[in-house]
């Protein structure tokens, strides 16, 4: 396979205006994972073009003798000793919650969904709504490997500075895509195009069912495809128990770096766990 380049996302990054099995040597597959070369984990992603019919959500009853049920979709939940706007969990706990915006080479979602199930970790995802209608396998795909996944808007555009209607469509849009593919509206509504959402947004999300607006305190700038180095020395530089990483799914530096990202994270004590696991 030949050069492996960095796909052009669909959307401007948010920061340019504003149950798989553990390992059990966690350190040892760590170790093995951050000497993988990732171009060797960029399979070939066929995207759907043109309309998207959403498959209906698997049955959650029991299935014929020996079979195993979808894993249930994680669901909004409230933390009474956080605020509307969540940064970061307790700092007191050697946990972190690293967060994807979902969008992007699937591939590279894949990919980074192996490498974290393999280390024993778990992540957290924000969808993008038309994200989903191009690639909804990948929505299952999150649900059943037991990471979290949320909602990102609808199609990625400024939500702080749109109409009240405008807004709202878009966070309950995306919000009906998930529930269709995975019979929840996400456990996590993440303004797009913004780290912080307005007081208006912030109400919004709450009317569709989101407690909470997730934030973060560790910006990876990963976007700004800095080389896969840089992006594991930025978070380690800032990183700390309680921490919530901003990462995304759609760069290729982001993918080579996971590995020993998650390598620097247990040398220090520190495991990756989804955001409800951090605030539970």
């Known amino acids: 396979m030949g050069r492996v380049t960095t796909p052009v996302p669909s ?31 960029f399979a070939a992603a066929c995207a759907p073009s043109g309309g ?54 699937p591939s590279y979602a894949v990919s980074i969904l192996d490498t974290a199930e393999k280390a024993g970790a778990k992540i957290t995802v924000l969808a993008v709504g038309t994200w989903l209608d191009q690639h909804p396998e990948v929505a299952r795909r999150i649900v059943d490997g037991g990471h979290d996944l949320g909602n990102h808007t609808l199609r990625h555009v400024g939500i702080n500075s749109m109409s009240e209607a405008d807004a709202l469509a878009e966070i309950q849009g995306c919000a009906d895509r998930l529930r269709r593919l995975t019979g929840s509206i996400g ?32 910006d ?25 990483v901003s990462l995304h799914f759609g760069y290729a530096d982001t993918v080579t770096a996971l590995p020993s990202l998650l390598h620097e994270l247990d040398r220090r004590g520190l495991t990756a766990v989804t955001t409800t696991e951090l605030l539970s």
Not at 59 to 83: E, L, Y
């Open 11 to 41: 959307f401007p990054p948010d920061h340019e205006e504003g149950a798989a099995r553990a390992v059990p040597d966690r350190r040892t597959a760590l170790r093995a994972g951050a000497g993988l070369a990732a171009a060797g984990a």
């Open 52 to 105: 998207v019919v959403h498959p209906a959500i698997p049955s959650r009853t029991a299935g014929p003798r020996g079979s195993r049920s979808p894993i249930a979709a994680p669901v909004p939940r409230a933390f009474p000793q956080q605020p509307a706007q969540i940064a970061n969990g307790p700092r007191d706990r050697k946990q972190v919650a690293l967060t994807f915006h979902g969008q992007g080479d």
């Open 187 to 218: 456990a996590w509504f993440r303004p797009s195009r913004a780290p912080r959402a307005t007081p208006l947004v912030e109400r919004l999300a709450r009317r569709v069912g989101y407690p909470h607006v997730l934030s973060y305190d560790v």
């Open 220 to 244: 990876s700038l990963d976007y700004t495809s800095p080389g896969a180095p840089a992006v594991t020395r930025k978070v380690m530089g800032e990183v700390r128990g309680g921490s919530v």
